[in-house]
């Protein structure tokens, strides 16, 4: 009798453990806006509400069998905007891969300044002038094609579907604004010379 006792408390244990699981780690409360996952949860230390959008496509890899999952996501980390790309295998480390992406059918970007995290599966973009560039594309694009290059995990790319963009910017980064793009330098107008 006791041993049916244990059972049934464990079992009522976890059942109950599901449903109290802090919702910052599931993804309850997100709405769609086209291809984008747009969180709209508060955090439970400052009360104020997570900003992030995220989408989601299958990835390739040269020392991968077959496709797997990656996430392209855009996020405000402590007041700051930041761009992730995640995977569900290793692509490199920081010392010895590139990234390159295109939007739609504008000219890509090659050796674009980023950095790979400890875990070797993600991938972020912080840099100022390299957000910048990137995000001045983003918006009202239908695609956008990532290629990382490494030595020692091979290449890996995605492309990422982006329908419903507009509304994915706009929630990640409304409390984070956007680093300028750099302003390109003016040539002189030639100067005539009196006669």
């Given at each position: 009798m006791r041993g049916v006792a244990l059972v049934g408390l464990v079992v009522t244990g976890l059942v109950l453990g599901g449903c109290i699981r802090d919702p910052y780690v599931t993804n309850y409360d997100e709405i769609r806006s086209g291809e984008w996952w747009i969180s709209q949860q508060i955090d439970r230390v400052t009360g104020e509400e997570l900003p992030s959008a995220s989408v989601y496509e299958y990835a390739s890899n040269t020392n991968e069998d077959f496709?797997?999952?990656?996430?392209?996501?855009?996020?405000?980390?402590?007041?700051?905007?930041v761009v992730r790309f995640a995977f569900a295998f290793k692509v490199g480390n920081?010392?010895?891969?590139?990234?390159?992406?295109?939007?739609?059918?504008r000219p890509g970007h090659?050796?674009?300044?980023s950095r790979v995290l400890l875990g070797k599966q993600m991938v972020v973009i912080e840099e100022k002038a390299a957000l910048a560039q990137f995000m001045s594309e983003l918006r009202g694009a239908q695609a956008l094609y990532v290629r990382l290059r490494?030595?020692?995990?091979?290449r890996t790319a995605?492309?990422?579907?982006?329908?419903?963009?507009?509304?994915?910017?706009?929630?990640?980064?409304?409390?984070?604004?956007?680093p300028p793009l750099p302003s390109q330098p003016q040539r002189r107008a030639s100067q005539k010379r009196p006669n």
């Open positions: 496709p797997k999952p990656s996430s392209f996501q855009m996020t405000c980390l402590d007041g700051k905007p920081d010392k010895d891969t590139v990234l390159g992406y295109r939007f739609d059918d090659e050796n674009v300044e490494s030595m020692i995990l091979g995605v492309e990422y579907a982006l329908e419903g963009s507009e509304a994915a910017i706009d929630a990640a980064f409304a409390k984070c604004p956007m």
